[in-house]
């Protein structure tokens, strides 16, 4: 990777990682979302994430403050507004992480990898999802590149 592109992607995680409320509102406001109390609750987990949540993972973090509905309408505004990518790494769970852009485009996206032993899904946020020609008239919004296998601490 070259130099410019990592120091990006550590700019991204840290701001990410150090969001105060007022900037997960603004985040929130600039992808048309108003913040509320729950959103603002779930994005901040969305923001602690070091890898793709389920339902279920948000459900645990959120202990009672959140019942599993309202969490998951949160995540499908989130999905509908761009906020946040959808994966189906093959778990039967769907997965959620934010977008790393200010606008939802494939450019942004990047190669996953689910660990078929221990489960886990990781991101290779440097690893770009290859350009896919399409036939004339179909436009792709979103593309879900999942790599499968045994990751480094389950292979021995």
Do not use: W
Request: aromatic share 8%; charged share 30%.
């Amino acid at each position: 990777m070259n130099r410019k592109r990592r120091n990006i992607l550590i700019t991204f995680a840290v701001k990410f990682t150090m969001m105060s409320n007022t900037e997960i509102e603004r985040t929130l406001e600039s992808k048309g979302v108003r913040p509320t109390a729950n959103r603002i609750l779930v994005m901040k987990e969305l923001v602690k994430a070091t890898h793709p949540v389920s339902l279920a993972d948000l459900e645990a973090r959120l202990g009672f403050s959140m019942d599993r509905a309202s969490i998951f309408r949160v995540l499908e505004l989130f999905a509908e507004k761009d906020v946040v990518h959808v994966i189906e790494d093959g778990s039967r769970s769907i997965k959620y992480e934010l977008c790393q852009g200010t606008h939802h485009s494939i450019a942004d996206q990047h190669v996953h990898f689910f660990c078929e032993r221990c489960k886990e899904t990781y991101c290779f946020e440097t690893v770009k999802v290859p350009e896919v020609e399409m036939p004339a008239g179909f436009r792709p919004r979103t593309i879900n590149y999942m790599v499968k296998g045994i990751c480094p601490k389950c292979a021995d």
